[in-house]
């Protein structure tokens, strides 16, 4: 069965007839999961999230406190060099270098003033590294201009049935900027400014789901995924902070903000299809459910394939993150 929750619908609808439950404890990895070795029909997941190859025709992005043999806090793209050239931004051992972060506000102001992005009009914080504190905000809109890295979290709302490990979908709005139309999760969203990851779990969870307070505080941490991509928007270079949710049985999401059509409750068995088979789900949602396909055991995690699709994952390597 597949439950579907609309904003003007409440209640279930029947669907796709549900595969039966799994037997855990006595049979081999296909058996338990009824999946085949087919593993590496995620790789290109992970081969589409991480296109960004650095540098290439970029020019480093650092601010002034760093050092030229540290790692550039961003990479931008050649059209827009002249732009921040012009701005203001000198060049030193081959870099654009900003002397003042806390002028990166502002300078991402003055982009969108020309017209080189629309603004979000929502801040998000800026460090060096994906570990470092926060030096810098600035609009989220801006960030790929300066292939900064951003933050987000992820959340998969899993539902235990007699039948099966379920999960919650949602679709996104045909209004949104990014992927409209496609599967997404639950809960989703970027940490704004002055968030923690969990804070903005919470914020997004009541905004996006209508999820109550002492509901979503159950949430687990589980993991935390990197990649590095040239997109339409400019270089993503996304940590995304991931977390498991059990729901109860009786509970329905509800659309609050606009961002999603519906929410649809399908088999877990029927996600690994989706991901495996198709684009359906919005790029990078696949990531964070392979990393839920694998903790699960529906790809083993243990194989050859299971140990590349978790470095990959884990993005600690990428030459966009050293």
Not at 112 to 122: D, F, P, Q, V
Request: charged content about 25%.
């Amino acid at each position: 069965m597949i439950c579907k929750q609309r904003a003007t619908r409440r209640g279930p609808e029947s669907g796709i007839v549900t595969i039966g439950p799994a037997r855990y404890g006595r049979h081999t990895h296909q058996e338990q999961t009824g999946m085949t070795s087919d593993a590496a029909s995620f790789f290109r997941h992970l081969e589409s999230c991480n296109t960004a190859r650095l540098p290439g025709d970029r020019t480093p992005f650092r601010f002034g406190s760093q050092k030229a043999d540290e790692a550039p806090s961003g990479w931008i793209a050649p059209a827009l060099v002249p732009e921040l050239e012009r701005l203001g931004l000198p060049r030193r051992a081959g870099a654009l270098v900003l002397d003042d972060p806390a002028r990166l506000e502002s300078l991402g102001e003055d982009l969108a003033a020309s017209g080189l992005y629309r603004s979000h009009h929502e801040l998000f914080d800026v460090a060096p590294t994906a570990d470092g504190p926060a030096i810098a905000r600035i609009d989220r809109g801006a960030l790929p201009l300066f292939g900064l890295i951003a933050h987000g979290v992820h959340m998969n709302g899993l539902v235990r049935r007699a039948d099966g490990l379920h999960l919650w979908t949602g679709r996104r709005a045909m209004d949104k900027r990014l992927d409209p139309g496609k599967l997404d999760h639950l809960v989703a969203g970027g940490i704004p400014a002055g968030h923690t990851p969990e804070q903005a779990l919470h914020k997004e969870a009541a905004e996006e789901a209508s999820i109550p307070p002492d509901l979503i505080a159950r949430a687990v941490p589980t993991a935390r995924i990197r990649y590095a991509m040239e997109r339409p928007e400019g270089l993503r270079r996304d940590v995304l902070h991931c977390y498991d949710l059990d729901l109860p049985p009786d509970f329905t999401p509800a659309p609050a903000d606009g961002e999603v059509e519906f929410f649809t409750l399908i088999p877990l068995r029927e996600a690994y299809r989706i991901v495996r088979d198709s684009d359906e789900f919005k790029f990078n949602v696949n990531l964070v459910l392979i990393d839920l396909f694998l903790r699960h055991g529906m790809i083993d995690p243990d194989s050859v394939e299971g140990r590349r699709l978790r470095a990959g994952l884990d993005g600690r390597d990428t030459p966009a993150f050293a």
